[in-house]
């Protein structure tokens, strides 16, 4: 094997213009904000099509009513039109306007009702009168429609005409699924949900970065295969499982790609494992980005990782966001909107999972060829010229570590871990080495 071919294999980082990658990320974002995507249904699809102008993604359909462990394939929910008129006839809710307006998976109905029952059906956020909240009733069928506090605040007692131009019927749930062949059957998981509306941190910036690195990594010949996903949360990653038991094993290192274009420093939540190579690898990543960052353990909340972390699997699989989950007050809420997410750190995100990925691509062991005593580096070329200066010199402390520690025991993510030393360093003193037949593979 040529250690050539898989050191570098991935991180043509520097290559990569990321400004460029940036801004295309942002217009993915912005041309599948307007649709309304929901667990099922057209809009899903849509967006799911509209990623195939990116990526040769296969998309999946499976029955509604199918038994996915506990869970049941759910009727399949499409939507038309919704709103609510006032006694004078005046559209007062307009789902045309904000498809956050109605909640997601709300019935067919079309009745008048009084202010106090449609205020039962109503919601809205005090906290932030000009914001639409993002509601859903998947598994209970219900109606009921999102508007701002000042909305709601100019409701007066008169009927009203609430009409909602939905179907919820058997169908399809959908989900797309790429999967790019490595030199290798062990898999790297990257999972994104994309059921949500109009919101674009939760989650289009998910999307977006997924779609992207898909893009990035097709042309290149790696170690480990790679399987991306696009599914709705939760029943869409029970029913993968489900489904597709037998491949689990395969999955080696996983990721749950969600808010990643928001200001804020990355987060990291640790697979259920907590100390997988996954975890381990985006630790070392950050650690070494020189920004601030928070490291979480797993908590069974949050996104897909809850499936893929539930004790049978218990995959290792962690969530690298920048705010995660919950915890932006724009989470839920219309103002998850274009403004919100920034080419600059949609770039940064990308980045961060490109070295994430090189880690695993390249974290090997190797063996000392010539461990009694040091090699002379000076005679193969690997050492200063000129001896004596105190500058740098942190390329031959990179290749020193390798060789000391390069037993059969050490990775060179364990190496670059007990060095201090940033992981390209020791991977490139790794290649070096190699080069030079000094380290042999275990
Ligand atoms: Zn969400």
Not at 59 to 66: A, K, L, V
Not at 122 to 132: K, N, Q, Y
Not at 175 to 198: F, K, M, N, T
Not at 246 to 267: M, W, Y
């Amino acid at each position: 094997m040529n250690l050539s071919d898989s050191i570098n294999s991935v991180s043509s980082i520097n290559s990569i213009d990321l400004n460029t990658v940036g801004r295309e990320m942002y217009k993915l974002i912005s041309e599948l904000y307007p649709i309304c995507r929901s667990i099922t249904g057209d809009g899903l699809r849509e967006t799911l099509r509209h990623i195939q102008t990116y990526i040769p993604l296969s998309i999946h359909e499976i029955p509604t009513g199918t038994e996915v462990f506990d869970w049941t394939v759910p009727k399949e929910w499409n939507i038309r039109d919704a709103y609510i008129k006032n006694s004078k006839g005046e559209k007062i809710v307009d789902y045309k306007k904000s498809n956050l307006h109605l909640v997601n998976y709300s019935i067919p109905f079309h009745q008048k009702v009084s202010l106090n029952e449609l205020k039962e059906h109503l919601f809205s956020l005090p906290e932030h009168p000009d914001w639409i909240p993002y509601r859903t009733s998947y598994y209970r069928e219900n109606w009921g429609f999102c508007l701002t506090h000042h909305q709601w605040l100019e409701l007066k007692d008169e009927e009203y005409e609430v009409c909602i131009d939905s179907s919820l019927e058997k169908g399809h749930l959908s989900y797309g699924e790429y999967y790019h062949q490595g030199r290798g059957l062990d898999e790297v998981l990257i999972s994104s949900h994309a059921c949500h509306p109009s919101l674009c941190n939760d989650n289009l910036s998910g999307v977006a970065l997924t779609t992207f690195l898909a893009k990035h990594l097709t042309p290149l010949s790696l170690r480990y295969s790679y399987r991306f996903l696009f599914i709705p949360g939760t029943i869409g990653s029970i029913a993968w499982l489900c489904l597709n038991e037998s491949k689990v094993p395969r999955i080696k290192h996983g990721l749950v790609v969600a808010c990643v274009g928001d200001p804020s420093r990355l987060t990291y939540k640790r697979s259920r494992r907590g100390d997988a190579e996954i975890d381990k690898a985006v630790t070392h990543v950050l650690k070494h980005s020189d920004q601030d960052c928070e490291i979480m353990d797993f908590a069974p909340y949050g996104y897909d990782e809850r499936q893929f972390c539930s004790p049978a699997f218990n995959l290792p699989v962690g969530s690298l966001t920048r705010t995660p989950h919950g915890r932006f007050p724009q989470y839920h809420t219309s103002a998850d909107n274009l403004d919100l997410v920034h080419p600059e750190y949609l770039a940064d995100s990308f980045a961060t999972y490109l070295s994430v990925l090189d880690v695993l691509e390249n974290n090997r062991k190797y063996l000392n060829q010539n461990p009694k005593c040091e090699p002379q580096l000076g005679k193969r070329g690997l050492y200063r010229a000129v001896g004596g200066s105190a500058d740098d010199g942190t390329d031959e402390l990179a290749m020193l570590w390798v060789l000391n520690l390069s037993d059969g025991k050490h990775t060179l993510l364990d190496i670059s871990e007990r060095s201090g030393l940033p992981f390209d360093l020791i991977r490139d003193g790794a290649k070096a080495l190699f080069e030079h037949k000094l380290l042999k593979e275990c």
